[in-house]
């Protein structure tokens, strides 16, 4: 698996020759849910949900794996981190190089 974490903002068309159904790039969502998003079709976007914190304001629903993207302003999210892994206790392993 590549390295699917850049410093750069997220911008969906980059995406449009991009496989289905893999990681395309790891996610923070509002500062509270860390999470990946992936390609459903050619038009169509999901967020893989890894981990959320209501502590951190998330009303997402960990265990319901994914959630349209068209729900969301894609404003809100930014690209995770390899910290971010660490805050949500997440493993990075095969993540990030």
């Not at 849910?33 to 914190?53: E, N, P, R």
């Given at each position: 698996?590549?390295?699917?974490?850049?410093?750069?903002?997220?911008?969906?068309?980059?995406f449009?020759?991009?496989?289905?159904?893999?990681?395309?790039?790891?996610?923070?969502?509002?500062?509270?849910?860390?999470?990946y998003?992936?390609?459903?079709?050619?038009?169509?976007?999901?967020?893989?949900?890894?981990?959320?914190?209501?502590?951190?304001?998330s009303?997402?629903?960990?265990?319901?794996?994914?959630?349209?993207?068209?729900?969301?302003n894609?404003?809100?999210?930014?690209?995770?981190?390899?910290?971010?892994?660490?805050?949500?206790?997440?493993?990075?392993?095969?993540?990030?190089?």
């Amino acid at each position: 698996m590549t390295n699917l974490l850049i410093d750069t903002s997220i911008n969906l068309k980059d995406f449009t020759d991009a496989p289905v159904g893999e990681p395309l790039v790891y996610v923070v969502y509002e500062e509270h849910t860390l999470g990946y998003i992936m390609k459903v079709t050619s038009d169509h976007f999901q967020l893989a949900i890894l981990h959320t914190s209501v502590l951190k304001g998330s009303s997402l629903n960990p265990y319901s794996s994914v959630v349209t993207i068209s729900d969301f302003n894609i404003d809100s999210f930014r690209k995770a981190t390899e910290a971010d892994f660490t805050e949500y206790r997440v493993s990075s392993h095969g993540c990030i190089k």
